[in-house]
């Protein structure tokens, strides 16, 4: 990683609260008693092995998943049932996915300015230039009038966060933004990622990453059967790991 | 020599891009290549040589020895004899000559023929700003080639001048809305199925213009309660059945004494031939996919009620054949309905023929609908977007994108349908006009070409809306791999 960001966050006002989360998929348990408080201005990596819940937890977070048992509490309004607190939430909450889900039907822009337009009802010139505010931001502006089918697959991922940042959100989830990724494309998904992460986003990612995890995490959160086996900032959690399951995770991720 | 040292390898200069290599080409080796390539392949271009000929050389006598002008079946068989001998026969499109215009308008009053003439052209206008959106070229040739046809067919078919003239009026204004306007012109659609109506019944203006003020006033009855959410929905319906059901014949009548704006009233047993065919055609596409659309999005809701009374609907009209629904329509409903409601047949068959063909609608849209990734969805929640927001800017544009041919073939298969409305009753071109045209002495015995004329101009439009259908999958394609 080009820059080293590790400054301790300004430990102010709670983003999130998650408090005894408990979910299921049926019969099988996949999220026990988790407990994570989120500060303003603070990069959590999530890491684990796969079917470990991470992505599960953090879409808990803009409700993609129900959860079952305990509150999640994001920028002060709980997650229930009530439709409107949902879409509050989810409008205030950016996420990137392993896919980008990109719309192919629309071109670059049009993916930027839609939601902007529809939830914010923000006027299309003003969402337009916010667009190309956020796309030059992540270097792809000349890209704005084509499909998503034209572009790249780091390029794309690069426009699934320029389209997330349009709705100017305060908290941003990352679901394992780089796994569908060619090894050239990483490096331009992640250097994005860490521009954001200088500007101090609230930021939660689910990530393999773990040059990106040194590079700009306030903390390290290790899951393993669907509860947090450890947490630590990241230079005691890769020096110095506690658990067992982490080392043996650390062992071998970081073993050849 | 070690062997690392042979395995080393760097390259000094990249390799410029080459065209690919011409194929060898030319007639002879295609035919070689197609249909001459094996012992097989011989036999089976040969049989299907053979089976050509046999069909061009039966159908062909038949068809060259075609008369266009006679009174009778039997004056085109005495020119068939003298021409090409006493045992020759030949085609006798005499009788479509003669007859097109029942074959065309049934028994719609012969001076009234413009008037389904510019309900039909006008149709082109109505839909040239939504099928031609961004193709101003295809648009102009629709549109304006719709206009000049409307016009000079009316005056070739006997309408009088003020006739004329105003229908030149209106179809001037219209193309310069479109060209101008094209949002205004979108309004100029939504009206022009009541205009339709009135140019095809009659009566006066004000009927379906009250009828149209009920959409209105609902439309603004939700727009002005819509914080409400559903129960602004439901207000909006009350008070539109209220306005229809109690206030729109008063008003209308109202009006209608200071200015009557009324047209010679023409009943519904006097339609026919393709002018049936067609009302209850584009009537029937136009209202099966927006039924069909709310179908699909309920079957694949999670609310139980709801789900399930999609399904049983769809189920149960995809269940019984469109005759039975047909009959329903003609002969139960008046079982039903308070006696003495006079409730027009076209509209009764118009109604069914819509509830069969939207059921089909909906499990092609719902085709469609499971066809588009999980992410999809996904992502359009994960940025704030409402279950209608979702559905409308992001799910369905591209759900019926990948459905279009599905769609399509369901609108086909409808408008043919069309010709079961003989078994109401009503006068089909295929069987019902046909039958009535024989029925005279002149004409007894004229039963092919009546089919192939009449099966033409179905080949004609339904291929039209298949070649659009494919000019429209060609515009939307959007992965440009």
């Known amino acids: ?256 | 020599m070690s062997q690392t040292q042979s395995v080393a390898f760097v390259r000094d200069s990249m390799l410029p891009p080459e065209p690919p290599p011409t194929r060898a080409s030319g007639a002879i080796l295609w035919l070689r290549e197609n249909l001459f390539s094996g012992p097989l392949n011989i036999a089976l271009t040969l049989l299907g040589l053979g089976i050509l000929w046999l069909l061009f050389s039966t159908l062909w006598p038949w068809l060259s020895h075609s008369v266009w002008n006679a009174n009778s079946m039997a004056e085109c068989r005495q020119i068939i004899a003298a021409a090409h001998g006493p045992d020759a026969s030949g085609a006798c499109f005499a009788v479509i000559k003669h007859r097109w215009n029942q074959f065309v308008f049934g028994f719609y009053p012969v001076d009234l023929y413009w008037r389904p003439v510019l309900a039909f052209g006008s149709l082109f206008l109505a839909l040239a700003p939504v099928l031609f959106a961004d193709n101003p070229r295809a648009r102009r040739i629709v549109i304006g080639l719709a206009a000049v046809l409307t016009f000079l067919i009316s005056a070739v078919l006997g309408a009088n001048g003020v006739e004329l003239g105003a229908m030149a009026v209106l179809l001037l204004a219209w193309v310069a809305l479109i060209e101008a306007r094209r949002d205004w012109a979108l309004l100029a659609t939504l009206i022009y199925p009541f205009l339709a109506t009135w140019l095809l019944w009659g009566g006066t203006l004000w009927e379906p213009a009250m009828v149209l003020a009920g959409f209105v006033i609902g439309f603004f009855v939700w727009r002005a309660l819509s914080a409400y959410g559903m129960f602004a929905f439901a207000a909006a319906v009350l008070v539109a059945a209220f306005w229809w059901l109690a206030l729109s014949d008063i008003v209308a009548r109202g009006i209608a004494t200071v200015l009557p704006m009324r047209l010679t009233p023409v009943t519904s047993d006097q339609f026919g031939g393709f002018v049936l065919s067609i009302t209850i055609g584009v009537a029937g596409i136009a209202l099966s996919l927006p039924l069909g659309i709310i179908l699909a999005l309920a079957r694949r809701s999670d609310l139980p009620v709801i789900k399930m009374m999609a399904v049983l609907f769809i189920e149960f009209i995809r269940g019984v054949p469109l005759i039975t629904l047909l009959f329903v329509a003609s002969l139960l409903l008046n079982y039903f309905l308070p006696p003495g409601t006079n409730f027009d047949i076209i509209l009764r068959v118009i109604i069914m023929v819509t509830l069969f063909a939207s059921a089909y609608m909906a499990e092609v849209i719902r085709g469609g609908l499971a066809a588009l990734p999980k992410g999809q969805y996904e992502a359009a929640d994960a940025l704030g977007l409402d279950y209608w927001k979702a559905q409308r800017l992001v799910i369905l544009p591209q759900a019926l994108k990948i459905s279009i041919p599905g769609i399509v073939s369901t609108f086909i298969g409808m408008f043919k349908d069309t010709t079961l409305v003989v078994f109401v009753g009503l006068f089909d071109p295929l069987k019902a006009m046909s039958d009535t045209i024989r029925a005279s002495f002149e004409w007894k015995g004229a039963y092919w070409e009546p089919y192939i004329f009449v099966g033409s101009i179905f080949f004609i439009l339904c291929f039209g809306m298949s070649r659009y259908s494919m000019h429209l999958e060609r515009r939307l394609k959007r992965d440009h791999r």
């Open chain 1, 1 to 256: 990683m080009a820059t080293q960001t590790q400054t301790q966050p300004k430990l102010g006002e709670t983003a999130i609260e998650i408090a005894k989360l408990n979910k299921w998929y049926g019969t099988f348990h996949v999220l026990r008693d988790i407990d994570l408080n989120v500060s303003r201005g603070e990069r959590i990596v999530i890491a684990g092995p796969s079917g470990s819940g991470k992505s599960t937890l953090i879409r808990c977070i803009n409700r993609l998943e129900e959860h079952q048992a305990g509150r999640i509490i994001v920028d002060g309004t709980e997650l229930t049932n009530d439709l409107k607190n949902i879409d509050k939430v989810r409008s205030e909450v950016g996420m990137v996915f392993q896919h980008f889900n990109l719309f192919p039907h629309l071109t670059i822009l049009e993916n930027c300015t839609l939601a902007p337009i529809w939830v914010r009802k923000v006027p299309k010139r003003e969402a337009e230039e916010t667009a190309m505010h956020f796309l030059e931001k992540v270097k792809i502006p000349e890209q704005a009038l084509k499909y998503p089918g034209q572009l790249s697959g780091g390029q794309q991922q690069r426009v699934a966060i320029a389209r997330s940042l349009c709705m100017r959100p305060r908290i941003m989830l990352f679901d394992e933004p780089t796994s569908a990724l060619d090894p050239e494309m990483i490096k331009e998904v992640l250097d994005t990622m860490i521009e954001l992460a200088e500007d101090g986003m609230t930021m939660l990612c689910v990530t393999h990453e773990m040059g990106f995890a040194q590079a700009v995490a306030h903390r390290v959160i290790f899951m393993d059967q669907g509860q947090i086996v450890e947490q630590n900032t990241p230079k005691e959690f890769f020096n110095n790991p506690k658990s067992e399951r982490t080392k043996l995770f650390l062992s071998q991720i970081l073993g050849h």
